[in-house]
């Protein structure tokens, strides 16, 4: 999160991505910089034990997602309230 709102706020289109565990603490993380509502690629968790099917199966559904929110007029409204 942090790098991805960093990123942001250099002109820089970014895609947070996170497991799903770890989406409560993105929420936070993305309120405390001032982007409340700020979106973010989930997946399921865990990763560290998966197959490499797995793996290969959650990165198709990351790159899916920041396709889709690099487009989003969600973010953009998000970034452009600050």
């Not at 197959?51 to 198709?60: L, P």
Request: hydrophobic letters at 50%; charged letters at 20%.
């Amino acid at each position: 999160m942090h790098d991805a709102i960093s990123a942001e706020r250099l002109g820089i289109p970014a895609a947070g991505v996170i497991t799903d565990r770890f989406l409560p603490t993105a929420r936070v993380m993305a309120e405390f910089a001032g982007l409340p509502g700020y979106p973010v690629a989930v997946v399921t968790h865990p990763i560290s034990n998966n197959t490499d099917v797995e793996i290969r199966a959650k990165a198709e559904q990351i790159v899916q997602q920041a396709v889709a929110l690099l487009q989003s007029p969600l973010r953009a409204r998000c970034l452009a309230s600050k």
